[in-house]
């Protein structure tokens, strides 16, 4: 089974950059679609984005054009590159990793956007 472990998230104002990793613990994790989610205070999780073993990235709609979600060559690692960042974006981000046969979470990070 893939494990995911997230990193990158932090305190930040807004309109600052930051970028989220997730690195897979092998390279089976090129066989999954690799994504992010994230979920506010008192709210759902919600999807952000994610990017299919073919390479080919889809996003929500709120984070089109803010966000970016890429891959390394080997695949077993995903970003989320955040630009812009909003109050509202404050969250804490998961990693997932999908195939039809399994569905993996990392444990989470803590992305705060203050002003």
């Known amino acids: 089974q893939v494990q995911l472990v997230e990193s990158g998230g932090g305190s930040v104002q807004p309109v600052v950059s930051l970028r989220l990793s997730c690195s897979a613990s092998h390279t089976l994790a090129s066989l999954y679609a690799l994504g992010w989610y994230r979920q506010a205070p008192g709210k759902e999780r919600e999807w952000i984005a994610h990017?299919?073993?073919?390479?080919?990235?889809e996003y929500a709609d709120f984070v089109k054009g803010r966000f970016t979600i890429s891959r390394d060559n080997a695949k077993t690692t995903v970003y989320l590159q955040m630009n812009s960042l909003k109050s509202e974006d404050t969250a804490v981000y998961y990693c997932?990793?999908?195939?039809?046969?399994?569905?993996?979470w990392g444990q989470g990070i803590q992305v705060v956007v203050y002003s």
């Open positions: 990017i299919r073993p073919s390479g080919h990235p």
């Open positions: 997932n990793a999908q195939r039809s046969d399994s569905n993996v």
